[in-house]
């Protein structure tokens, strides 16, 4: 019977205490810093951020996407590979340039070498609130095709392997698993892979290719996600760790990622079922104690 008052005092301390209306402008206030990031960049850009807090809490409001991540529950395997929750990898220019980051963002009186990310320098795009903004043009695109690839079931040695300075992750990609097709790369240059449309639930990328690939999509791989390739279900499998892929056939001209909200659904029913025969079981117990 001490149930019942337990889920009494967790539902009364939910509602008190876990959602709370607040002025938006208190804890997220306009700043130039966010509005020239979204104004040069693209919905699909990432941004990083280092000692700049108070702008830091501005990105998720703003729909600027993080590398970082926005809190300390983004999935396992990817705050493994990022370096956790103090994102120690993010100025690793292997998981800067595969996560696609575009702008990084540090105090002003920082020193940050102009090659940290790549042979490219950094560009300085402005510097507002004491804060400057560099662009990374050394990034991967948000997707991308790959012919050859490694398979290895360690996510530390995968990780380790993206850190490695001397890995090309444009042309090889780490696996946890065998591929189910034979891949090749494109030896002519001409496959090619743009994201047509973008959002929260579903991703459609548009692919020439004339050898059998694996479309690489550097957003954060999920059970939950399903591949369509030209109509037809494929596998996603895990990539560089963290990510996802999904192989590509020759003469294949488009892939959907669409997120399948039932898994989900299927655990909120179990869930309620399982409250529901808990009540029973407990109804009838206190019924048969008062007989």
């Not at 809490?57 to 970082?68: E, H, I």
């Not at 499998?237 to 999904?246: D, E």
């Not at 039932?262 to 407990?282: C, E, Q, W």
Request: glycine residues 6%; proline residues 5%; negative net charge.
């Amino acid at each position: 019977m001490a149930v019942v008052p337990l889920i009494m005092v967790a539902s009364g301390s939910f509602s008190s205490k876990f959602i709370q209306p607040c002025d938006r402008t208190f804890g997220f206030p306009d700043g130039p810093v966010v509005d020239i990031v979204k104004e040069n960049g693209e919905a699909t850009d990432r941004t990083s951020g280092f000692l700049v807090r108070p702008v830091w809490f501005q990105f998720a409001y703003n729909k600027v996407q993080s590398a970082q991540g926005y809190s300390t529950r983004q999935l396992y395997w990817y705050s493994e590979i990022a370096g956790w929750t103090k994102c120690t990898n993010c100025l690793n220019a292997n998981f800067a340039n595969l996560t696609g980051t575009r702008y990084i963002l540090c105090p002003q009186n920082w020193t940050l070498p102009i090659n940290t990310l790549g042979p490219v320098p950094l560009d300085t795009v402005a510097i507002e609130d004491s804060i400057v903004i560099l662009e990374n043009h050394n990034r991967f695109p948000r997707t991308f095709l790959v012919g050859k690839y490694v398979v290895e079931k360690d996510n530390s040695a995968i990780r380790e392997c993206v850190m490695d300075p001397d890995e090309d992750l444009r042309a090889l990609c780490y696996l946890d698993r065998e591929p189910a097709m034979d891949l090749s790369p494109d030896s002519l240059g001409e496959s090619s892979s743009k994201i047509s449309h973008y959002s929260p639930d579903s991703v459609v990328v548009e692919v020439e290719t004339s050898t059998n690939q694996l479309l690489v999509l550097s957003d954060a791989y999920y059970p939950a996600w399903r591949a369509i390739v030209d109509g037809h279900e494929k596998e996603i499998l895990r990539a560089y760790g963290a990510f996802r892929a999904v192989e590509v056939p020759a003469g294949s001209r488009e892939v959907v990622f669409r997120y399948d909200r039932y898994i989900n659904s299927l655990g909120m029913y179990l869930s309620i079922f399982g409250l529901m025969v808990a009540a029973l079981t407990l109804g009838f117990a206190f019924r048969r104690r008062l007989k």
